[in-house]
């Protein structure tokens, strides 16, 4: 097998592992006083949901630093005129 297939996958299998252990830690831990009877599954599909946007959130911050980055000091310039 290719070293780089093998690389791409402990890779993949590594970010699986953390997502997987990552959920275990974020899911809902009914375990504690007045928790008990919840819906833990509604629970913990909404936590996931709020996960979503929160990367969809970082990823429109990532790129909008990377416009930033992009700004020459002359666009600047000519931005505040």
Do not use: F, H, P, W
């Amino acid at each position: 097998m290719d070293s780089t297939k093998e690389n791409s996958d402990g890779a993949k299998e590594k970010s699986d592992n953390y997502r997987d252990d990552l959920l275990l830690r974020m899911g809902l831990n009914d375990n504690k006083a007045g928790m008990e009877g919840l819906d833990k599954e509604k629970i913990n599909k909404i936590i996931m949901e709020a996960t979503k946007k929160e990367k969809q959130v970082n990823q429109r911050i990532e790129n909008m630093l990377q416009q930033k980055a992009q700004i020459t000091s002359q666009q600047l310039r000519k931005a505040q005129l």
